[in-house]
């Protein structure tokens, strides 16, 4: 079955826990957090954890699943490639 993901709502829980990292971090370092309605959910020890006792309680697509870890690069990817565009 199809869903539709809200873009804006993962916004949002994306924009919470950068408000947020610094307490989140103290907290939780090193732990995988699954944020919905701007409140951290639950908390695990792993990627897989947070997504499996997450999805049985939250809609797909609604929850965001962050890696609570200091600085930028905790949220961000950079994907290189070797194609040229011209």
């Known amino acids: ?3 539709w ?3 804006a709502s993962l916004q949002q829980e994306l924009d919470f826990f950068k408000k947020n990292q610094k ?3 103290q907290k939780y370092e090193g732990k995988f957090l699954v944020i919905k309605d701007r409140k ?3 908390v695990y020890d792993s990627e897989m954890e947070a ?7 939250f809609q797909l697509g ?4 962050q ?3 200091p600085g930028q690069e905790s949220y961000t990817q950079t994907f ?4 040229v565009i011209s």
């Open 40 to 42: 951290v959910q639950g």
């Open 1 to 3: 079955m199809l869903q």
């Open 51 to 57: 997504y499996t006792d997450a999805q049985k309680q």
């Open 23 to 25: 307490d989140l971090v």
């Open 5 to 7: 993901v809200n873009m």
């Open 67 to 69: 890696e609570s870890s």
């Open 80 to 83: 290189h490639s070797r194609v």
């Open 62 to 65: 609604t929850f965001l699943i």
